[in-house]
């Protein structure tokens, strides 16, 4: 009989048609699966079934809408550890061009790609024929305005706030992420052979006087390589800790800000901000969240009323259609 | 293995060029010495290799199906693949990456998901290629015996190995390896028995002949004798064709046909031993010609899809337009102030803001290629290949009795089944069961109505209801008259003995019996078990008995009365004018051997006969003759000659009965029990014969299977068909045997077949002709109505005509049998032309048709038989389901008008109430004249329904789920019958178009008589003009060409063997499984696919939308927030999984609602679920959702220090949540699977995501997403948006689609509702119909007792419209005929529902079709009058359009002409006018029956 099958198939048709398609098949089976008999939940989308999602989103959103909103209004007040940032607008940093211009391997302390950044950093890559380092727009176009706050004491002469470099990274971006090239010499000797950004004041290796804070890994630097989402954004510059509970970080008086200008932003027709903020649990200040909770919470109540109304009114009717099937 | 000297075709190399051009080819024998050769000795070497050469360019028979060697997969596999519109695109969009300026990928990742697609492709390619290898192999290794020169005998070779010209030996039951011209066979007559199952499905066997010339050989075939050249056809695919000759040595020509043509894969039957040389090999077998790859068919919502991607193209072009527009302007306004972020050419100019927006441009492309869905081909094809399975596993589509199932044979077009709008169904095999059951016959002009037979067929149509008892039926039958009371008992137990099969019968039981069936066609006791007429069955016996004396005295027909005479040559016609091969059960292929038997003493009688005997004719012709030989036969014991006696059956029944029933068997068979009362021997081994001695028929067609079985009833019996002798078997002459002379084949155009004989008894030349009456008529010697013989003649016809007229409006198939006598001297003289036709080798088939044609004149008319063609089971049903659902059903068939309108009412095809346009025109201006007429008609009657119509649309969305036949019911719309000639009219170019109008008006239409060709012409037409989407079903070849035109091609694994199906796209069992496929498979498919469609376009859109929103963010620096990982992969990984659950298991409607309500059937015709502007409101919504996902993020994260892909991190995952509440609105059926893959896409996402953040610190730039997700998770604000972004975007769907629900359901959402209500009660599978309830209930109400009043058991004559009531009420008409009104009492009581039988003119047969009123008149004298009146209406009409004289088809197309352009209202007008008090009665309770069901729906 195999005989007869072989035959067949040939004479049939080459190719074998369907997954179980030929006459071979014997009865199917009695599966739930196969018969497409699967148990199942069938929801039904009329004003009645849908109402109620729409109530428990009121329900659930309103209050969650004010609670944020609470909590981000709480914002304002001036306790526990305060950030210092610096903002600017019209910042395109997700320029596609710009977003690409960077080689992290070199930031990775990669010694090959040191010397030899990658192609993306064109035309940041080198610079009177030394490989420049960190290479690539983003590193050359990198803040260096320097920022100082000063609390002006009743007694008018300033006294420094005490701003804090370090731990304004992401842990990882510090401590993986970004790495000075490997070595035990003085970072100026591993960056031998490089040269500084072409808009830079000093090379990457004088950014700061604390080692640990210093060429690759100089937290200024890893923040600024992060580029923003959209054009108007701020990034963190300085830690301000709390010193005591009694007092607020920020004691209410009048302070002085020195602005070192390096950073021009007429090119681009953007503006320069600075801002001191505390944040919640629920990060800085932002009001957006607690309103549109609010707001879509309110309006999903009121469609549930809407559909509560129609369900209502053409309860009926429905019914009645269904009879006549 | 040693090898043969090759095939040799064309002798020597100077001739080869020449040949190959000729349109012949030349086989050898391969054992020759090639031609070219001059010295064997000399040029043995050469020559072998020569030859070898030579073999070269004609194909061994090797099979090779596969498409790619190891070496050209990967080329071919991707040429073919980039055919593919869509993969050019992508891999172009891929390769665009490579250009360092615009990429906006890392180049080697965006190639991933592109490869990952034509890998997949590939890897599928690859493994159909290899199993096709692996089947290639399987078969190239089977073995088979060649005949070897070397070792001069025949030896094991593969079959790979055979060359053309090779000598092969084929024992029996071995399939044929290449198409072999058949040489020698171990059957004395050079016959050999093939089976074609593999080539065409049919299982009947079909005979083979040795080449003429070599059938004479004694001795045993020697190959290294053939010395002939063989001249044939190149090969070709003609499977009925095959011509050439073969040129023996002497110089001598002989023709070869097809039937000395053995084919490849054809399995040798009956047959020790064959030897063959073979003539075509490998794949210029016919076989493999024929074998044509699959289809490939695009679905109309592929088109409608491929349509919408070209409007993502366009988007998507806008999109990077704009893009570049503003990305130009954007660099602009930068330009001069070189600032910081604007990054310059690496050479350091600045760009230009045109070179810049170019980049841009290039880069949005690839940027927002999701738009272009790469993965919506391939979740199609696997949505497809799925639902495919599903359909396939479907156990509501499995047939029990074939064991068959439902095939998809086209994976690409299920989606299509949903969406059909016209069916066009062949009628034979298609709506009939296409087993032939003989039911009445006229002889002599005596009609012969068979009720006993009737009664039976009845019966087993209860049978398939399984509801009756048994008893009270017994008890019924068993009040009959003493006359029929032996056959009521034989039925009786034959009933019960059904019966107790089907109840009892277990599944394997009734696959066994299927498998039985199956070896042999047409045998289901339904058709094997006739009933005799007992008035014909005396005369058949006194016919016997009488030749039985008188059989060697002069003139033994002499003796018998004309209408004697005509009853015998009536049934001996029956019994031999057909190719019906006798086989015996318990080896069904085994011809039934008796030539030992023929060998027997009367020698002298064969010598006599072989006088003439143009072929050989080795052995024994005539049978041992008389009654006493046959006894003293079964007496020795040797009951072999009993065994195959035609009354076998009658036999067991008789031995049944004997232990059951004695008295009554006694009874029952008085007039012939004596002569073959049964031998004590027999007594004792009932049960062992029961088992061996049936015998079995195997007939090309089922109809010649009917009247042998028929014949066989009357205990005149085939026993044994030989090519060149018939033996029948008859209880008192015993067995006949009749000398074949020739077999005049059936064919098309002539319409009958001839079978010339030497009849044993008056040793005279007779033709007996079969054929349809049509023909057969016209053939008929012409009789003066001088004499008083031809006078009678001539009343006989005319009786005849009556009766076939009769017939064919009982919707039976009617063949008349006629016969000639031939003396000598007109035989002699038409042999020598028939020879001369025979031997002529160039237009052999035009010469034996003239020849034929010569021969079938001057016939005596014998009779006419009616068969009956049983509707299969559930087609009424099916039909008024499909009807239901907004179908249009057209029949097309070559039958006659009559039986085509006949079977279309009891398929309900035609409603009683409806009007018949008829359309019968007989040249091409009456056919416009008659097409305008109709569609004025036509319109003024849409004019009077327009006030309906609007009506019904007014009451919103609850008017679609009203049955239709309430509101049809009032003003039912016409339905048109045409005819084949009028067909061919009306496709004429100018008149198509009034044609299609005029059909679309109409509820259905019939075409009759028409040709293969109109129906495919009448399928294309509807297909172009309409732009509708067709569906064709049939069975038979005739129906492939209609089946290939239309959308989709359904074939029946019928009787008819396998073209149609092979040619289908889907092949089902049974018609009534269209009505699953279609409504509910076919909506689903629709349904799932269209919505999975649309949701890939919601999807990609909305998530292009996200980028395309970030843009005027970025300068429109086509830059992406979205890691591109996430980009390329979220649509093949993420997102997928849970789309394509729903796209295979979602039901929008269960199955049982679907199927009790097939109205929800119209939203797929009607596109519904994917309209264009459904589509756009989809895109719309897109665009929303996109805005939603895009600014709840961005004004959440307004001016925060957030980086670019922790940002675009948070927006995929809002994506990947909006997509899945998404989904999640648009399932209408959870099941455990859609739970968990939606739960499998998230866990999947964000693993992924978290594993590829940690992965590698200074990877993937530019994005280098190191510990992005990590810290996002920790961000509460993540969480926040999370929530708020998705239920923000699909709170407006979600109210739009609740308030849509209330307000405006659709009819699918009222069928769910209703189907969550109250489940239970739709459950009930069939009762739901109304109109089945309502016959139900009227059976109830019959079963109780027999005291219905009169008019309701008409009224249930008339409401009821399944097929039994309609034949009842036709023989009603019958029983109007003097001749058939003897038996009143029992007419009335066997069929109860005629119990107050209307007698009725023949003249006056009333269609019941417009005036079904008029149809059952109070008796003649009414019906007379309603007749003359609408004669008088018809006059002028019927002379200007010239219709046929034929009485009845004038009666048919005038009636239906006057009430259809008469006057509108006349046929609903008549019932309510009839006169007489009873009759009135009847017309309002009809009126009220069919109102009722309206009334209370409306």
């Not at chain 2, 001598?252 to 009956?270: F, P």
């Not at chain 2, 409607?1149 to 989809?1178: C, D, I």
């Not at chain 2, 059952?1416 to 019927?1438: D, I």
Request: net charge neutral; charged share 20%.
């Amino acid at each position: 009989m195999a005989m007869n099958y072989n035959s067949k198939d040939e004479v049939d048709g080459g190719p074998p048609c369907a997954p179980g398609g030929t006459a071979k098949t014997p009865r199917p089976d009695n599966t739930a699966f196969k018969q497409q008999r699967l148990p199942a939940w069938q929801p039904i989308l009329t004003a009645g079934t849908v109402l109620p999602t729409f109530f428990i989103i009121g329900l659930i959103f309103i209050p969650i809408g004010i609670g944020i909103f609470v909590t981000s209004n709480n914002i304002r007040e001036i306790e526990g550890n305060v950030f210092m940032y610096y903002a600017l607008s019209n910042f395109y940093q997700n320029h596609r061009r710009y977003v690409k211009s960077r080689d992290d391997s070199q930031l990775n302390g990669d010694s090959s790609a040191l010397l030899n950044p990658s192609k993306e950093c064109e035309p940041y890559r080198r610079n009177e024929d030394k490989p420049i380092a960190p290479c690539g727009a983003i590193a050359n176009s990198m803040f260096n305005d320097t920022l100082e706050l000063f609390l002006m004491g009743n007694d008018s002469y300033p006294t420094p706030i005490t701003l804090k470099k370090k731990s304004i990274a992401w842990w990882t971006d510090k401590n993986v992420k970004f790495r000075n090239p490997p070595g035990e010499e003085s970072l100026e000797e591993r960056f031998k052979g490089t040269t500084k950004p072409v808009n830079w004041l000093n090379p990457v290796y004088m950014l700061d006087s604390d080692p640990d804070n210093n060429g690759f890994i100089n937290e200024d630097f890893i923040v600024w390589m992060r580029t923003a989402a959209l054009p108007n954004f701020r990034k963190l510059y300085r830690l301000i800790e709390r010193k005591s509970d009694l007092h607020p970080t920020l004691p209410a008086g009048r302070y002085y800000l020195n602005i070192t200008y390096n950073y021009p932003v007429h090119s681009f027709d953007g503006r320069k901000r600075m801002i001191l903020s505390t944040i919640s649990w629920m990060g800085g200040k932002n009001p957006f969240l607690g309103i549109a909770y609010i707001a879509i919470g309110s309006i999903s109540f009121f469609l549930g009323v809407v559909l509560l109304v129609i369900n209502h009114k053409y309860r009926n009717s429905s019914n009645t259609a269904d009879i006549t099937i | 293995m040693e090898r043969e000297p090759a095939a040799a075709e064309e002798p020597g190399p100077p001739g080869r060029r020449r040949r190959r051009r000729r349109r012949t080819r030349t086989v050898r024998s391969n054992l020759l010495p090639p031609p070219g050769a001059e010295d064997p000795a000399a040029g043995a070497a050469k020559g072998e290799r020569r030859r070898r050469v030579c073999a070269q360019h004609l194909a061994d028979n090797r099979l090779k199906t596969t498409k790619y060697t190891l070496l050209s997969f990967l080329p071919k596999n991707l040429f073919e693949q980039f055919h593919r519109l869509a993969n050019v695109y992508f891999v172009f969009i891929a390769l665009l990456n490579f250009v360092p300026a615009v990429n906006a990928f890392q180049p080697g990742l965006a190639l991933a998901p592109v490869l990952f697609i034509l890998a997949v492709t590939a890897f599928k390619d690859l493994w159909e290629d290899y199993s096709r290898h692996r089947s290639d192999h399987e078969i190239n290794h089977l073995g088979c015996l060649v005949f070897s020169r070397e070792e001069n005998k025949y030896v094991n070779r593969f079959w790979k190995e055979i060359r053309v010209g090779d000598f092969v030996r084929l024992r029996c039951n071995e399939i044929i390896p290449a198409d072999i011209l058949l040489l020698s066979s171990s059957d004395p007559d050079g016959l050999c028995h093939i089976e074609t199952a593999n080539l065409d499905g049919e299982t009947n066997l079909k005979r083979r002949q040795v080449v003429r010339g070599f059938s004479g050989l004694v001795s045993e075939f020697n190959p290294l004798t053939f010395t002939s050249v063989i001249e044939c056809e190149k090969p070709n695919n003609d499977l009925t064709r095959f011509r050439g000759c073969i040129i023996h040595d002497n110089g001598k020509k002989a023709g070869l046909y097809k039937e000395n043509l053995l084919l490849r894969g054809c399995t040798i039957r009956n047959t020790d031993a064959v030897v063959g040389i073979v003539i075509y090999a490998g794949h210029e077998t016919k076989a493999l010609l024929n074998n044509s790859g699959p289809r490939y068919k695009r679905s109309q919502l592929e088109r409608q899809m491929n349509c919408d991607v070209l409007w993502c193209v366009l988007l998507l072009i806008c999109m990077s337009l704009f893009s570049a527009v503003g990305h130009g302007l954007w660099v602009r306004q930068y330009q001069d102030k070189r600032s910081l972020f604007d990054v310059p050419e690496s050479d350091g100019s600045a760009l230009s803001p045109v070179t810049a927006a170019v980049y841009s441009f290039l880069t949005m492309i690839i940027v927002l290629q999701v738009l272009i869905p790469i993965s919506l081909y391939v979740s199609i094809e696997i949505v497809k290949v799925c639902q495919v399975y599903f359909i396939n596993q479907d156990m509501e589509l499995y047939d029990e009795e074939t064991d068959s199932q439902l095939q998809c044979r086209a994976l690409n077009i299920t989606e299509d089944l949903g969406q059909i709008q016209y069916i066009f169904s062949d009628k034979t095999g298609t709506l009939t069961e296409n087993k032939m059951v003989f039911r009445r016959c006229t002889v002599s002009g005596i009609e012969y109505s068979h009720d006993a037979n009737a009664q039976r067929l009845a019966r087993y149509q209860e049978a398939d209801s399984e509801e009756e008892e048994v008893v009270p039926r017994g008890g019924l039958v068993s009040q009959r008259g003493s006359i029929g009371s032996h056959q009521s008992i034989r039925m009786m137990h034959r009933t019960q003995s059904t019966k107790s099969h089907r109840r009892t019968g277990s599944r394997a039981e009734a696959k066994r019996a299927s498998m039985l069936s199956r070896h042999t066609a047409f045998s289901s006791p339904m058709e094997k078990d006739i009933t005799p007429d007992p008035k014909l069955l005396e005369k058949v016996s006194e016919c016997d008995r009488c030749l039985a004396v008188a059989r060697h005295q002069e003139h033994p027909l002499a003796h018998l009365s004309p209408e004697l005479s005509d009853v015998f040559d009536f049934f001996i016609a029956l019994t031999i004018c057909n190719t019906v091969v006798v086989t015996s059960p318990d080896q069904p292929r085994q011809k039934v051997r008796v030539r030992f038997e023929l060998k027997s003493p009367v020698k002298t009688i064969e010598d006599f006969l072989r006088r003439f005997t143009p072929s050989r004719l080795t052995s024994g012709c005539s049978s041992i003759g008389n009654l006493a030989t046959n006894k003293s036969n079964h007496k020795s014991g040797s009951n072999f000659l009993s065994n195959l006696s035609s009354n076998s059956t009658l036999l067991r029944l008789e031995d049944k009965l004997g232990q059951s029933a004695p008295a009554i068997a006694s009874n029952g068979y008085s007039s012939q029990a004596g002569n073959w009362a049964p031998e004590p021997t027999r007594e004792q081994e009932p049960e062992l014969k029961k088992e061996e001695l049936e015998l079995r028929y195997e007939a090309e067609s089922p109809d010649e299977a009917a009247l042998v079985y028929a014949a066989k009833a009357y205990n005149c019996a085939l026993v044994d068909r030989l090519h060149d002798q018939v033996s029948v078997e008859l209880p008192h002459l015993g067995r006949l045997t009749f000398e074949l002379l020739h077999t005049l084949g059936f064919d098309s155009i002539r319409k009958r077949m001839s079978v010339v004989i030497r009849h044993p008894i008056t040793d005279e030349i007779n033709v007996y002709t079969k054929g349809a009456d049509s023909v057969v008529m016209d053939l008929l010697l012409p009789c003066s109505s001088d004499d008083a013989r031809g006078r009678h003649q001539k009343k006989i016809r005319s009786k005849t005509q009556n009766f076939l007229n009769m017939y064919a409006v009982e919707g039976l198939r009617t063949l008349c049998i006629a016969k000639r006598v031939l003396s000598e001297e007109e035989y002699a003289c038409w042999l020598q032309s028939h020879l001369e036709a025979e031997s002529s080798l160039d237009n052999r088939e035009e010469l034996l048709f003239q020849s034929a044609i010569r021969l079938e004149t001057n016939l005596h008319l014998l009779g006419a038989t009616g068969i009956e063609d049983r509707l299969q089971e559930g087609v009424p049903e099916t039909i008024a389901k499909l009807r239901q659902a907004g179908l249009q059903i057209w029949v097309l068939t070559g039958d006659k008008q009559e039986t085509a309108i006949n079977i279309a009412r009891a398929c309900k095809l035609l409603d009683h109430e409806e009007e018949v346009i008829t359309l019968n025109a007989e040249s091409q201006e009456a056919c416009a004249a008659l097409l305008d007429q109709c569609l004025h008609y036509v319109q003024s009657r849409g004019l009077h329904s327009t006030p309906e119509k609007t009506e019904g649309k007014m009451s919103v969305g609850f008017s679609p789920l009203c049955p239709t036949p309430a509101s049809t019911a009032s003003n039912p719309s016409p339905s048109l019958v045409i005819d084949g000639r009028s067909l061919a009219y009306a496709l004429e170019k100018n008149l198509e178009d009034k044609f299609l109008f005029l059909a679309k008006q109409c509820q259905s239409v019939l075409c009759c008589r028409s040709t293969p060709l109109q129906k495919s012409m009448v399928v294309k037409l509807v297909r172009s003009k309409l732009k509708a989407m067709t569906l064709a079903i049939g069975d038979g070849a005739n129906d492939v060409s209609m089946i290939q035109v239309a959308d989709v091609g359904v074939g029946i694994l019928g009787q008819e063997g396998m073209q149609a199906v092979m040619a289908s796209d889907f092949a089902v069992p049974r018609f009534r499984y269209l009505e699953r496929l279609l409504i509910v498979h076919g909506h689903w498919c629709y349904s799932r696919l269209a919505n999975m469609v649309l949701y890939f376009f919601y999807k990609n859109t909305m998530f292009v939308g996200l980028l395309f929103w970030f843009q005027f963010y970025c300068g429109f620096s086509a830059s992406a927030m979205i890691d591109q990982w996430y980009l390329i992969f979220f649509n093949l990984l993420f997102s997928s999984l849970p789309q394509l659950v729903t796209g295979v298991l979602d039901k929008d409607v269960p199955a049982h609602v679907l199927l009790t309500k097939p109205q929800l059937y119209r939203s797929g015709q009607n596109m519904e679920e994917y309209r264009p502007q459904t589509f756009w409101l989809n895109m719309v919504d897109a665009a929303f959702q996109s805005l939603v996902c895009f600014f709840i993020p961005y004004l959440a994260y307004y001016n925060s220090d957030v980086d670019l892909f922790t940002w675009g991190t948070l927006i995929t995952a809002i994506a990947l949540f909006t997509f899945l509440l998404h989904l999640g609105i648009e399932t209408r059926t959870w099941t455990w699977l859609n739970w968990i893959t939606c739960g499998f896409s998230i866990i999947l996402f964000f693993t992924v995501a978290l594993i590829y953040n940690a992965s590698c610190a200074a990877c993937y730039p530019p994005s280098n997403p190191y510990w992005t997700v990590q810290t996002l998770l920790r961000d509460p604000v993540f969480y926040l948006t999370c929530l708020i972004a998705p239920v923000t975007a699909l709170l407006p769907r979600l109210f739009f689609k609740a308030l849509q629900g209330s307000l405006f359901p659709t009819p699918l959402q009222l069928g769910r509702q209703s189907a969550r209500k109250c489940p239970k009660r739709l459950n009930i599978p069939k009762e739901t119909f109304a109109q089945g309830r309502l016959e139900g209930d009227l059976r109830t109400d019959h079963s109780v007792g027999r005291t219905i009043s009169p008019s309701a058991s008409l009224s249930r004559d008339r409401v009821s419209q399944d097929c039994t009531s309609q034949a009842a009420w036709h023989t009603q008409q019958a029983a109007c005929s003097p001749e058939a009104s003897e038996e009143p009492s029992m007419v009335d009581n066997s069929v109860p529902l005629r119990d107050d039988t209307v007698l009725e003119g023949l003249s006056a047969q009333s269609p019941g079709s417009s005036t079904w009123g008029a149809a059952v008149p109070e008796g003649c004298p009414e019906e007379s009058k309603v007749k003359s009146t609408s004669a008088g209406r018809v006059a002028p009409l019927s002379s200007l359009f010239n219709l046929p004289n034929f009485s009845s088809i004038n009666w048919i197309s005038s009636l239906s002409l006057v009430s259809g352009l008469g006057n509108g209202q006349a046929g609903r007008g008549v019932p309510v006018q009839a006169p007489s008090g009873r009759a009135g009665l009847k017309g309002t309770d009809h009126g009220l029956l069919l109102v009722a069901p309206s009334r209370g729906r409306s």
